[in-house]
């Protein structure tokens, strides 16, 4: 027995394991957008965890299914047929390989750009570039919905303060469709848990999660400790990235998270990552300031992030890099 574990132990050399942390959460906020107290509900979560989950949102679940089933039509491809849309530089498909920094996950992956025209991949037939489209139209309206709301609860009017950078014609938004398969030989895996995708922030605003009900996605909390997000096919869940939190020059957290493969379920998700253009100054909003408030951040572009952030490893606090206190100051 000791042998077999062993053997497979050296099969998942070349991927990362965790230690168990299987702590369900049921305290992750919930926000009806149809409630008035949707509002303070928002901005108290963005503080606490940089995390909720939002329902009654207007996203049909025969469209969502719709581009699911397209996406794993793909997924359920060969192997050789796959591959013709990749490597991801940084846009395509990949499979186990994250980002240019020797990441490495349990997963299988499309990343597309949403600002530079139709990206042509072998692999991506008509029907599922169009269901691509509606849904990203969907989701940056949903993104812009969530910002407006933040932005008339902190008083930092014009209501569009912060989604007219999702709405701008040159918005560096992205999308990426997530597919962790069934890892069976995790069950004999010396106790540890194989990671789908490695703990990391996200560098963008804002980040919309949707998953099929497959468990596995955590968060890191305030008290340094990781826990499990229930699942929920009907619900999106809400990142703060981290320049929404340079925005909000620190008031809202930019969350940690990561994803834990499953030995028996597939898990698919499905996340659009709402940032700003290039040439956008993220800097703290001058209407949040309070008197006498200074940057906790060095100033910096969208463009001068996203290039520092291709040079880090996932795990990397990539934001430390412009803190003005930081030691790591350039
Ligand atoms: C390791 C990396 C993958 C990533 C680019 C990076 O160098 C650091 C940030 C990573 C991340 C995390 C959130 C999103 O999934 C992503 C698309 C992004 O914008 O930043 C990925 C990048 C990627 O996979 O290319
Ligand atoms: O797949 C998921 O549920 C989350 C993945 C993620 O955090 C990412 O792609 O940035
Ligand atoms: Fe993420």
Known sequence: MVVVSQQVDENFAHTKTCKPASNIFTEIPEVDLLDPDAKTLIVEACKEFGFFKVINHGVQMEFIARLEDEAMKFFNLPQQEKEKSGPPNPFGYGDKKIGPNGDVGWVEYLLFSTNSGKLILPGISESFWSFVNEYLSAMRNLACEVLE????????GPRDIL?????DEKSDSCFRINHYPPCPELQHLSCRNLIGFGDHTDPQIISIIRSNNTSGLQIYLKDGTWVSVPPDHSSFFINVGDSLQVLTNGRFRSVRHRVLASSLNSRISMIF??????????????SIMEQGEESLYNEFTWFDYKKSAYKTKLSDNRLGLFEKSSTHDK
């Open 149 to 156: 709301i933040i932005a008339e609860e902190l008083k930092i």
């Open 273 to 286: 990552f709402g940032g700003p253009p290039l040439t956008e100054k993220v800097t703290p909003l001058f």
């Open 163 to 167: 989604s007219r950078l999702l709405r």
